[in-house]
């Protein structure tokens, strides 16, 4: 049975940081796949923040997020990271991983597993 676990969510002030985790159980990750970060805002759509290969660990990240955010991973571990920086109140969303082999990273529907989400919120 596949898994996919986030953690590190919470409440920061504009301007902190936060490191979520994703951690896979039950996926054996082949070279094309990929995770990647989601996230949903109250009355929004889910939105592409970012992504990394699982193998190589190129990364990819949306413009709203570039230069503030990092994604890592671990590959011992099954476990992706990404680390916030410089949090912004428009920040606040749930945050979902996901895994799959997608041909194009920002696509939901082309990543096979998901995560149950993380909540974060950022105040000013």
Known sequence: Q???VESGGGSVQAGGSLRLSCVASGLTFSSRYVVGW???A??????SVGAITWIGGSTYYADS?????T????NAKNTV?????SMKPEDTAVYYCAAGAPRNVATMSQ???WGQ???VTVSS
């Open 42 to 47: 109250p009355g929004k759509e889910r939105e």
């Open 71 to 74: 994604i890592s991973r671990d």
């Open 65 to 69: 997020v570039e230069g503030r955010f």
């Open 81 to 85: 990271y990404q680390q916030m920086n």
């Open 111 to 113: 990543y096979d597993y």
């Open 2 to 4: 596949v898994q996919l």
């Open 117 to 119: 989400g993380t909540m």
């Open 38 to 40: 989601f996230r949903q």
